[in-house]
């Protein structure tokens, strides 16, 4: 079984297990299942537009994606109290650190880890700032988010960071035993 099939199964469902908390990506469609819910997830493909909150958003989603590669790695699909105890943990992890994990881990490798980090140093600063104008991005040379190039630079490079987390999502998910999931379901 993979996961197209998975799906199909679980949308005719009326009553799905709270025992699961997967969130899911079958080709370009993403699903979140939790607490017995399957609900549409993110789209595909980043929409950034010059302004902090858009920026802020797409920055939550990475990290959202991020904490699910923990919890695959390590409690799986899990909705029971080891996978809530192990989101209230990653909730104080500063992201710096798990991108640093995933390198240990070989889940990124160094160059990816490196765009990350300084993607998300203008996550950091756009926290700090009331206008995304204020902001710098150092992918090799200093440039500002303000000017329409630097904004643009800013904006590929997140794009390309999103399509290869979404990628490295999909390889995590690929381990996932789909008939076990359903035997646990009960479906």
């Known amino acids: 079984m993979n ?11 009326k009553k799905i297990s709270h025992n699961a908390r997967l ?32 920026v802020l958003s797409a920055f939550s989603k990475m990290a959202f994606l991020f904490d699910e590669i923990i919890r695959l790695r390590i ?7 080891d996978g809530k105890e192990l989101l209230y943990l990653l909730n104080l992890i500063p992201i710096n650190r798990k991108i640093r994990t995933f390198l240990d881990w070989t889940v990124f490798g160094p160059e990816y880890t490196r765009d990350m980090s300084r993607l998300f140093e203008v996550r950091n600063d756009t926290v700090h700032c009331v206008s995304i104008d204020e902001v710098k991005y150092n992918p090799k040379n200093l440039i500002s988010l303000s000017s329409v ?4 630079k800013f904006k590929t490079d997140l794009s390309c960071a999103w399509e290869t987390l979404l990628k490295i999502y999909v390889v995590e ?3 996932i035993n789909w008939d076990a999931l359903l035997e646990e379901l009960k479906l």
Not at 3 to 13: C, G, H, N, R
Not at 149 to 152: A, D, H, M, P
């Open 75 to 81: 409690v799986s699909y899990s909705n029971q109290n």
């Open 23 to 54: 969130y899911i990506i079958d080709k370009n469609r993403h699903y979140f299942l939790n607490d017995g819910t399957l609900k549409n997830g993110f789209d595909s493909k980043l929409i950034v537009i010059k302004n902090r909150n858009s």
């Open 173 to 175: 998910q690929e381990k």
């Open 3 to 13: 996961v197209s099939d998975f799906l199909e199964i679980i949308k005719k469902q």
């Open 149 to 152: 190039n630097g904004f643009k």
